[in-house]
C-alpha cells in the first residue's frame, strides 16, 4: 500500500516548500509578480504614499478575512461580515459624535456590536442548526437594517486625524512629521501572529479545524461540538467589530446601507490565501496575502488606466484561477 | 477467559414507534473476543450506543467492574475504560494522525498544544502494537486500513478495558483483515475485553470465543463459537438455513456468444492493459485486493472516469463510451460501491429511482408520467421483492439490501443487458445478501450478464462463472471456477510486477 | 431540546433588545420618518406622502427638518420616507407602491430611477393623485405626471461650480501651464440624473469658459460624460477633462480613484459631484496631500456638505463647495403639495444652491444650510 503514495515533483518535495505549502508560494509570486507588473507600468505606483494607501485600504479586509476564516474553517462561512462591520462602525461612532462620548467607549461599542452579530450567528447555527449560509445571511440583512436603525439612517463621520479625539486613527497610521507610518500593518502581522498560534496550537483552534475535518466524529471523540462551532463565529464576529474600527479609521465616514459585498471581498481573500471552501483547511497567514493580492489588485488596476468594470472583470478571474490551481492540485492528488 | 467485566441485564430502549431494545443481554469477560452478531436493524448499534452512553435505557442495569454504571456521553465511557472502533471511520481527514489519536485530549505545554509530545507518544503507542504509520502523516492520506490501525491505537491509548469493534473488517482487504486478527488477538492476550460487531461468518468462527445472537432488537443467545456451526448462528439470526455453498463448475454454456469485449483498457496508474471477455448469462467475478484496479476499471469501462485507450466492443460491434451516458446507451449499467453517494438520491420516493436512468422513457411531453413511473416501479419492488411500503416511499427508509434493489431495478428498468456490480452486498445483512445473490443468478438465467466485483472471497467462489483477479492496475490471473481456489486467487492478487 | 428551545428564547429575546433598543430613540430617529411627529393634531383632510431616496446623507435629514417645518405650519400630515441606500432602486418602487396604496392627497417623489418607477407613476395618475418631483425629482417622466418639481437645478449647480473655482484659481492656473493640464471630475455613477447634470454642467461651464480665454478643451474617462458633455473628445487640447466613475459604490474604490486623479501629473483640480465623492476626495489625498491653493497643489472642489467637507473646506484643503438649500427644499415640496392638492395651479420651483469658501462659510444665510 505504502508504495502507492505519490510522489510529487521536485517543487512540492523542497522542505520549505512543505513547510510553508504550495499555495502560499504561489500567492506571494502572485504578489510580488503584480507589485513588479503595476511598477513598471506606472511610475506613480512605485511612490511609498501607494504603499502606504494599499495598507489603508488592507486593514479593514484583513480584519474581516481573519475572522471568516475561522467560519470557513468550520466548512461554514459568515456572509454578516460586511454589514456586521459597517453597521459596528456606525454605531461606535453615533456614540462618539453624537452622544458625545470619549472615543474609546465608541470603539468598544464596534467590538461589543460585532461580538453579538457573532454570538447571534453561532446561536443559529452551531446551536439552532440553520445552515450557515442562511443563518449568516439573515444576520446580514438584521445588521444592514439595524445600523441605519440604530443612527437615525444618518451616516456617522467619526472624528477627523487633526482633532484631538482622532488620536484612533494613529493607531492604524502614525503621522510623524511629514511622515505617515502605516503602524496598523504592524497591528495587522501581530494579530496574524496570535490568531495563527491560537488556530494551530491551542485546544479551541484544534477543535474548529477538528469540526471542518469531520463535524461527526469530533462530536464522537466527545469534544463540545457546539461551543466551538460557536467560538468560530463569535471570533468572526470579534474581528467584524476590529473592523469596523479599522474602516472608520480609514474613510472617517461611514454610510449606512452600505457594506453588503464587502464580505465576499474578504471570503475571496481567505480562499485565494488557501482557505478550504469545505472547512477543515486554512490557514491565517494565507488569508492575509489573499487580502493582499485583492488589495493590490484594487489598487493596482487603477493605476494602470483600466476602466473600473474591467477591474473587477479582473479581481473575478483572479479569484477563479486561484481557486482552480487549488481544485486542480487537489483532483491530481486524489 | 478470564473474569466478567461487563455485564447488560434486561436492557430495554423505546423510541417513538419503534421498540429497539427488548430486553438484551449481553456478558463479556477480561480475555475473550465476544461477537455481537444479527441482521442490520437487529439492534446491534443501539445497544452499544445505550452502553457508551448515547442512548439512554428506558430499563436494565449494565455492571462494569463490578459496580452498576450509567455513563452520560461517550467520553465518560471513555474515561472508565469503555471505547468504540466505529463503523464509518470518524477520521478527521485534515488532521494527522497523532493529532487524531489524540483529539480531545491533547498533550498540553502551558496553553498551547505539544504537538512534538503527541508525535512520540503515538510513535510509541504503534510501536508496542507492531503497526507501522508515520504520526505526522494527514489522515486522509492514509488508506481505509492504516486508518482502521490508528483508530484502533486510539482506543487503546485510552487505557481501555473494554474495546467495541463495529463491523471493522468492512472496508479492510483480506491483508489487513490478517494484521487486524493479530492486533484483536494481542489485546486479547493482555485481558482486555473486545466485543465484536460483524456480518462475516468467516471471521466470527476465526476470531472470536462467544456469540450473541440479537434479532428484532430482541436477545436471542449465547453460544460458545467453538462448539457451534455457522448454521447454528445464522439460524438464531434469521430463523432459517440459508448458507451456501460454493459453486463448483460454471452455469454458462461452452457456446454462449461473447457480449462485452474490453482489449487493453488503459487509464491512469490503476488500470493497465486490462483485458477481458464477459459471456451472455455469464457471472464474471472481479477479485483483488483493496486498491487493485478493479472499480477503476468499472468506472473507465462505464464512462465515468476518463480512459487514456483500449477498446470496448458490445455484440462484437466497436463502440466508443465517452461517458455514463455512451455505456448505458450501449446497455452497460453501473451498480457502484458506494450506493449513497453513487447509486440513488436517496430523498427521492423508490419510483422516481427506478426511473431515474430512463426518464424518457417516462414522459408525457415535458412531465413525467407518474402513473407509469409507478407502475413500473410497482413491477419491479414485486420481482425483485422489495421491501418498502409502496412506491413512494423515499429510499432513505429503506434497509442497505432494499436500496440495493432499487438500483438493480433502477438498471433493470433501463433494460441493460450487462450490469456491473461493484461490491454489490457490503453493509448488507446476511438475509439480504442470500436475495441479491438469487436475483444475480435469476438475472443470468434470463440471459443478462454481469460483472461483479468483490472483496469477500467467499462470495466470488459463490457466484462467480469465471474470475478475474487484479493486482494494482493488472490483471494478474483468470480462472474457470472449477479450477479456484481461495489459495491461486490470493496467488494472483499478490502477484507484484 | 431543551437547549434549542432555550437558545431560541434568547435569539428572541436578542432581537426584542435590538428592537426596544431602538425604539426608544426613535422621536429623534428617521426610522419614524418624521410626519407621524405632527399626527397627533393632524384632524386635518390633507396627508401627503414624501418619497425621498434616503437617510444616508445629512442632506436628507435638513430636507426631513424643512418639511417637517412646513406641515406643521400647514398643519398636514406627512410621511416621509426613503430606502437605506441610494442604489435600493427596488425598495424606492416599493415605498412608492405603498404610499400610492395609502390614497394620500400628494406625493412627493424623488426617484432613484425613472424607468422603474414607471408602472406606479401611471397608477398615481389613473387614481388622481398629483405627484411633486423634489431634489434630483423625476426626470423623463411623461408629459403631465409630475405637476412641479422643487429641486436644485443641478446643472446650474454645476455650473456655479465651475464659475467660482475658474474665477478663484482654475483661470489663473491654466494661463500659467506650460503644457496641457488635467482636470478631474469626480462621480459616483452615471445613472442618477442629479449627479449626471452635476457632472455635466460643471464640464459645459468650465469648455465655455477656456474658450472664451483662447483654450481648447477635451474630455475622457467614463463614457455617458463623454457622449453627453458638449465637449468633443480631441488630441492635444489645453485643457483635459477626466471623468472617474467607480464601479461600484464605495469609499474604498472612489478614493482609489481621487488617487489615481491625483497620482497624474498634470492634474490641477478635481470636482466631486455628490457628499459621497467629497468625502472620498479627503481619504484619498490622505497619504498624497496634494490638495490646496498653491501653485504646485490641486485645487479641490466639493459639492454639499458633511462634516468632512466642511472641514476641509474650512482647513483650505478645498477651495470651496456647492451647498444646496435643503431645508427650503423640504418646506417648498410641502407646499407644492398642498397646493396641488387643493386643485390649485403649481410650477417648477428652484430652491437655488450657494458657493462656499471658508471666508463665507459661517454666514447666517449659508450655515443654515450646511449640515454635518
Known amino acids: ?334 | 477467559m478470564g473474569e466478567v467485566i461487563l455485564t447488560m441485564n434486561g436492557i430495554d430502549k423505546s423510541f417513538p414507534g419503534v421498540h429497539a431494545l427488548d430486553h438484551v443481554n449481553l456478558e463479556v469477560r477480561k480475555g475473550e473476543v465476544h461477537a455481537l452478531m444479527g441482521e442490520n436493524g437487529a439492534g446491534k448499534s443501539t445497544l452499544m450506543k445505550v452502553l457508551t452512553g448515547i442512548y439512554t435505557k428506558d430499563e436494565g442495569t449494565i455492571t462494569y467492574e463490578g459496580k452498576e454504571v450509567e455513563f452520560a456521553n461517550p467520553r465518560e465511557a471513555q474515561a472508565a475504560g469503555i471505547v468504540i472502533v466505529h463503523q464509518e471511520l470518524n477520521m478527521l481527514n485534515h488532521l494527522t494522525v497523532a493529532q487524531n489519536i489524540f483529539i480531545g485530549r491533547e498533550m498540553m505545554s502551558g496553553k498551547l498544544i505539544n504537538d512534538k509530545k503527541m508525535n512520540e507518544e503515538a510513535k510509541k503507542l504503534f510501536h508496542k502494537l507492531n503497526i507501522d504509520i508515520d504520526p505526522t502523516e494527514k489522515m486522509g492520506k492514509l488508506t481505509v486500513g492504516k486508518q482502521q490501525m490508528c483508530e484502533i491505537a486510539k482506543a487503546i491509548s485510552h487505557d481501555a478495558k473494554v474495546i467495541i469493534f463495529d463491523e471493522p473488517s468492512a472496508a479492510l482487504t483480506e491483508a489487513e483483515i490478517d494484521e487486524l486478527f493479530k492486533i484483536i488477538r494481542d489485546l486479547r492476550e493482555k485481558q482486555l475485553g473486545i466485543v465484536y460487531i460483524s456480518h462475516r461468518m468467516d471471521e466470527i468462527k476465526v476470531i472470536t470465543d462467544r456469540v450473541t445472537v440479537m434479532r428484532d432488537g430482541g436477545y436471542v443467545g449465547t453460544l460458545i463459537t467453538e462448539d457451534s456451526t455457522k448454521d447454528d448462528i445464522i439460524n438464531m439470526m434469521v430463523g432459517r438455513v440459508i448458507y451456501e455453498e460454493p459453486k463448483t463448475k460454471s452455469n454458462v454454456a461452452p457456446d454462449a456468444p461473447v457480449i462485452l469485449k474490453v482489449e487493453n483498457l488503459n487509464a491512469g496508474k490503476m488500470v493497465q492493459d486490462v483485458s477481458f471477455e464477459l459471456h451472455k448469462g455469464e457471472i464474471l467475478g472481479f477479485s483483488g485486493l483493496m486498491g487493485a484496479g478493479r472499480t477503476e476499471t468499472a468506472r473507465a469501462l462505464f464512462g465515468a472516469d476518463p480512459k487514456e485507450s483500449g477498446d470496448i466492443y458490445v455484440n462484437g460491434k466497436k463502440v466508443d463510451i465517452k461517458n455514463p451516458m455512451d455505456a448505458v446507451k450501449h446497455g452497460i449499467g453501473y451498480l457502484s460501491e458506494d450506493r449513497k453517494q453513487f447509486g440513488i438520491v436517496v430523498q427521492k420516493s423508490v419510483a422516481e429511482n427506478s426511473t431515474m436512468a430512463s426518464l424518457d422513457n417516462y414522459m408525457n411531453g415535458i412531465f413525467i408520467n407518474k402513473k407509469k413511473e409507478a407502475e413500473v416501479a410497482k413491477k419491479y419492488v414485486e420481482s425483485l421483492s422489495t421491501k418498502t411500503p409502496s412506491v413512494d416511499q423515499l429510499v432513505v427508509n429503506l434497509s442497505g439490501g432494499n436500496q440495493q434493489k432499487v438500483v438493480i431495478a433502477k438498471w433493470l428498468v433501463r433494460d441493460c443487458d450487462i450490469l456491473i456490480f461493484d461490491e454489490p452486498t457490503r453493509g448488507i445483512d446476511v438475509g439480504a445478501k442470500s436475495e441479491i445473490y438469487h436475483l444475480m443468478n435469476e438475472l443470468v438465467a434470463e440471459g443478462k450478464s454481469i460483472i461483479m466485483i468483490s472483496s469477500e472471497m467467499s462470495e466470488i467462489l459463490r457466484m462467480s462463472d469465471r474470475i478475474v483477479v487484479m493486482c494494482e492496475g493488472k490483471k494478474t490471473g483468470e480462472m474457470s471456477i472449477s479450477e479456484a481456489t481461495q489459495e491461486n486467487i490470493m496467488h494472483a492478487a499478490t502477484l507484484r510486477n | 431540546m431543551k437547549k434549542k428551545v432555550i437558545s431560541a428564547l434568547l435569539c428572541a429575546a436578542m432581537i426584542g433588545t435590538m428592537v426596544i433598543g431602538c425604539g426608544s430613540k426613535g422621536d429623534s430617529s428617521a426610522s419614524d420618518k418624521g410626519g407621524d411627529d405632527s399626527s397627533s393634531k393632524a384632524k386635518e383632510d390633507l396627508s401627503i406622502e414624501i418619497v425621498s431616496k434616503g437617510f444616508q446623507h445629512q442632506y436628507w435629514q435638513a430636507v426631513l427638518k424643512g418639511s417637517t417645518q412646513k406641515a406643521d405650519e400647514l398643519g398636514v400630515k406627512i410621511n416621509f420616507v426613503g430606502p437605506n441606500s441610494e442604489s435600493d432602486i427596488a425598495d424606492q418602487v416599493q415605498m412608492l407602491q405603498s404610499a400610492i396604496n395609502a390614497q394620500p392627497d400628494a406625493i412627493a417623489l424623488a426617484a432613484l430611477d425613472t424607468e422603474a418607477c414607471m408602472d406606479a407613476i401611471s397608477q398615481a395618475q389613473s387614481s388622481n393623485i398629483p405627484i411633486v418631483g423634489f431634489d434630483s425629482g423625476v426626470p423623463g417622466a411623461p408629459e403631465g405626471a409630475i405637476v412641479a418639481n422643487a429641486s436644485t437645478d443641478n446643472y446650474n449647480a454645476g455650473e456655479l461650480a465651475a464659475e467660482e473655482g475658474y474665477k478663484a484659481a482654475l483661470k489663473d492656473r491654466i494661463a500659467k501651464a506650460s503644457g496641457p493640464v488635467r482636470i478631474g471630475v469626480m462621480a459616483q455613477d452615471a445613472t442618477s440624473e442629479s449627479i449626471i447634470n452635476r457632472g455635466l454642467g460643471f464640464i459645459d461651464k468650465i469648455a465655455e469658459l477656456c474658450d472664451a480665454d483662447g483654450k481648447t478643451v477635451s474630455i475622457e474617462g467614463n463614457d455617458k460624460y463623454v457622449s453627453d458633455a458638449k465637449v468633443e473628445k480631441t488630441d492635444g487640447a489645453d485643457v483635459i477633462i477626466d471623468v472617474a466613475v467607480p464601479a461600484q459604490v464605495t469609499s474604498e474604490l472612489s478614493s482609489l480613484d481621487c488617487q489615481t486623479l491625483l497620482n497624474k501629473k498634470d492634474t490641477i483640480a478635481i470636482y466631486g459631484s455628490n457628499q459621497h465623492s467629497g468625502e472620498a476626495m479627503v481619504t484619498g489625498n490622505e497619504n498624497l496631500n496634494k490638495f490646496g491653493s498653491g501653485d504646485d497643489q490641486v485645487i479641490g472642489i466639493a459639492f454639499d456638505s458633511g462634516e468632512v467637507i466642511k472641514n476641509a473646506v474650512k482647513t483650505g484643503e478645498f477651495i470651496g463647495a456647492i451647498t444646496q438649500a435643503p431645508v427650503k427644499m423640504g418646506e417648498t415640496v410641502v407646499d407644492l403639495c398642498v397646493k396641488a392638492a387643493k386643485g390649485e395651479d403649481v410650477s417648477d420651483v428652484d430652491t437655488g444652491c450657494q458657493w462656499f469658501t471658508a471666508d463665507n462659510m459661517d454666514d447666517e444665510e449659508i450655515a443654515q444650510n450646511l449640515y454635518d
Open chain 1, 1 to 334: 500500500m505504502g508504495k502507492n503514495e505519490k510522489k510529487g515533483n521536485v517543487f512540492t518535495n523542497n522542505p520549505l516548500v512543505r513547510a510553508i505549502g504550495t499555495q502560499k508560494i504561489v500567492v506571494v509570486l502572485v504578489i510580488i509578480l503584480l507589485a513588479l507588473l503595476f511598477s513598471i507600468m506606472s511610475p506613480s505606483f512605485r511612490k511609498y504614499a501607494t504603499v502606504v494607501s494599499i495598507f489603508d485600504y488592507s486593514y479593514y479586509i484583513s480584519f474581516m478575512a481573519i475572522g471568516v476564516t475561522f467560519a470557513l474553517i468550520t466548512g461554514g462561512v459568515d456572509l454578516s461580515i460586511g454589514t456586521g462591520m459597517i453597521a459596528s462602525g456606525l454605531v461606535g461612532g453615533y456614540l462618539i459624535t453624537h452622544q458625545g462620548m470619549p472615543v474609546i467607549v465608541g470603539m468598544l461599542a464596534s467590538i461589543v456590536l460585532g461580538l453579538l452579530f457573532g454570538l447571534f450567528n453561532a446561536l443559529l447555527i452551531a446551536v439552532l442548526d440553520l445552515p450557515p449560509f442562511i443563518g449568516t445571511l439573515g444576520t446580514m440583512m438584521v445588521a444592514r437594517g439595524l445600523g441605519s436603525i440604530l443612527t437615525g439612517g444618518m451616516s456617522i463621520t467619526w472624528p477627523a486625524a487633526s482633532v484631538p479625539q482622532g488620536w484612533f486613527r494613529s493607531i492604524f497610521k502614525l503621522t510623524i512629521g511629514n511622515v505617515k507610518f502605516p503602524l496598523g500593518f504592524i497591528i495587522v502581522i501581530l494579530v496574524v501572529i496570535i490568531m495563527s498560534t491560537f488556530l494551530n496550537r491551542s485546544r479551541p483552534g484544534r477543535y474548529i479545524i477538528a469540526i471542518g475535518s469531520n463535524k461527526e466524529a469530533t462530536r464522537l471523540s466527545g469534544i463540545n461540538v457546539v461551543k466551538w462551532q460557536s467560538l468560530a463565529y463569535i471570533i468572526s464576529g470579534l474581528f467584524t467589530g476590529i473592523a469596523g474600527i479599522a474602516y472608520a479609521a480609514t474613510f472617517q465616514a461611514v454610510a449606512p446601507g452600505t457594506g453588503a459585498g464587502l464580505e465576499l471581498d474578504a471570503i475571496a481573500g481567505a480562499i485565494i490565501g488557501g482557505t478550504s471552501m469545505t472547512g477543515g483547511y486554512g490557514t491565517i497567514a494565507g488569508t492575509l496575502l489573499g487580502v493582499f493580492v485583492m488589495s493590490l489588485l484594487k489598487t493596482g488596476l487603477p493605476f494602470i488606466g483600466l476602466q473600473a468594470n474591467w477591474q473587477q472583470i479582473i479581481t473575478g478571474l483572479v479569484l477563479i484561477i486561484a481557486v482552480l490551481i487549488d481544485v486542480l492540485k487537489n483532483s491530481k492528488r486524489a
